[in-house]
């Protein structure tokens, strides 16, 4: 035991351990020391040798040497893409029971330089000398070989998949992305709210949401009782209004026969339960199989929330509300779409970054959505430096690169309809596209990817789009056609951020939501934002995994995201 290195005390973040007074960080409520910290260095961790540390993580790699005398382990834990090297002697423990890939090993050991011609790129090891905890692992039937995966193959097994290279390294990105928002926004004084994920308003006018009810529930539950319990027949609802009638006029011949009081009370008591039996007979009577209806429609008052929910598909209108009265704020949470689609660029449920900002117009939005996105590239070169050249040598090897490009790039600014005229002639020049070019379209994805990585070579913001393609609350310009809109633009995946100079005249938008076919009664409360005290004010929306797809060079959004939901898919 005298060679077990106790925790400390008082859980400090980092314990000094070099000769020149350098530290590595110890894990946060726990005893173990970051592989991050001992790799990261700028000499790889060299200068550490000598001092005695607690690690724990798990086995990428292990063989047994030396005739079985002692192993090497690779071992990560996740802190960074890097696996420290680990030496253990057969006379700590079976090693068989710790090369197994997968094994997960809390070891006490000293850090040493390796010996020169070894082949190991590393710079520092640890030889084991106590080996504290095993979680042992059975080669033969765990899922993840050590042979290279497919990202395909790994959206099988999502339980285990952080365990490997590639979406350990997506995890940390994404981590790194989320921390790079809330640090922008609130550099920039904007409120982080939380706006509800079930709701009762379409804020994209599409209808495809998933719909949020108990009446299902309610409908199997009383389908069953109606099987177990059959309901009463008329026979038995009439027998029972006899019985009101009955003990009525018993009631009513004690009282004429002037009874005594106890008399007359036992009797309104029995005529009291004969009503209740009687109310509760002709309310199982009316009960029938299926959900309930009104005027031949469902009738959602008798659901959960009184009235026909949905899960959100996007924060805007309720983060509005908050707009309108602190001024800047955003929030960052899951949305849902029940669209059926099975592209790589389509999820069920994802995660969007919406800011709203009050006394600002389109103008203000682009450069805010400009700023942030810089911002989150130049975070990811500064912070995430190793797991994106993990991502450039396993998936795209230009995907720094880009990040280098927008973040110091100014972005390009043209309306749509110089966009289309530039698609228009280079249709006219022979180049094909899939989709039909022409004033009034939504944009395709090939379009957009057409101008920024073709045409411009760099983010391109695009705005003022035609009225028809876009939402309800977008402000009308003058032109009366249009509506002060921006789409940005960047290689890799084309549409990264949607946004818009919100509508703030009252007449103008209750014209546009009736315009649009949708029920003002829902709105009412988003009206009132225009009614009392209306301010001109804009936002944006910005799809998280969209941009981790950009950041990555990865092609399929449900390897970005840790439990994907998209049709027939929603494991664990």
Known sequence: MADEIAPPANQLAAVSLGNDGSTVQKAQ?????????????????????????????????????????????????????????????????????????????????????????????????????????????????????????????????????????????????????????????????????????????????????????????YTERLEQDLIDNPPP??????????????????????????????????????????????????ERSKLKPGLPKKD????????????????????????????????????????????????SRHLAEFWMVEPEIAFADLEDDMNCAEAYVKYMCKWLLDKCRDDMELMAKNFDSGCIDRLELVESTPFGRITYTEAIELLEEAVAKGKEFD????????????????????LFQKPLIVYNYPKGIKAFYMRLNDDEKTVAAMDVLVPKVGELIGGSQREERYDVIKKRIEEMGLPIEPYEWYLDLRRYGTVKHCGFGLGFERMILFATGIDNIRDVIPFPRYPGKADL
Not at 256 to 263: F, L, Y
């Open 29 to 217: 409520f726990s005893n173990r020391v970051l592989i991050r910290t001992i790799l990261d260095r700028p000499d790889g961790g060299a200068k550490l040798a000598g001092q005695k540390i607690r690690i724990g993580g798990w086995v990428k790699t292990g063989r047994e040497q030396g005739k079985g005398a002692f192993a090497f382990l690779e071992v990560n834990d996740g802190s960074c893409p890097a696996n420290l090297q680990v030496m253990v002697d057969s006379s700590l423990y079976d090693l068989s029971k710790l090369v197994a890939t997968g094994t997960c090993v809390t070891v006490d050991g000293v850090l040493k330089v390796p010996p020169e011609g070894k082949g190991t790129k590393q710079r520092i090891e640890l030889s084991v000398v106590k080996v504290i905890d095993v979680g042992i692992v059975d080669a033969t039937k765990y899922p993840l070989p050590k042979t290279k995966l497919t990202l395909e193959f790994l959206r099988d097994v999502l339980h285990l998949r952080s365990r490997t290279n590639s979406i350990s390294a997506v995890a940390r990105i994404r981590n790194a992305l989320a921390f790079a928002t809330h640090s922008f926004f609130q550099e920039h004084s904007f409120l982080y709210i939380h706006t509800p994920i079930i709701t009762t308003s379409d804020c994209e006018g599409a209808g495809e949401m998933f719909q949020a009810t108990t009446l299902i529930n």
């Open 233 to 282: 027949t008329e026979a038995d609802v009439e027998a029972a209004r006899l019985i009101v009638k009955e003990r009525g006029d018993v009631v009513a011949k004690l009282k004429a026969a002037k009874a005594s009081k106890e008399e007359i009370t036992a009797a309104v008591a029995e005529l009291k339960i004969a009503k209740e039996s009687f109310a509760h007979i002709e």
């Open 296 to 343: 031949g429609n469902v009738d959602y008052s008798k659901d959960f929330f009184g009235r026909q929910a949905f899960l959100t598909v996007s924060g805007q209108l309720q983060v509005e509300t908050y707009a309108c009265a602190l001024s800047s704020v955003y929030t960052f949470g899951p949305t849902f779409r029940a669209e059926n689609s099975h592209t």
């Open 435 to 454: 989709n039909k070019v022409e004033w009034g379209i939504d944009l395709a994805s090939e379009h957009e990817r057409y101008l920024t990585e073709v």
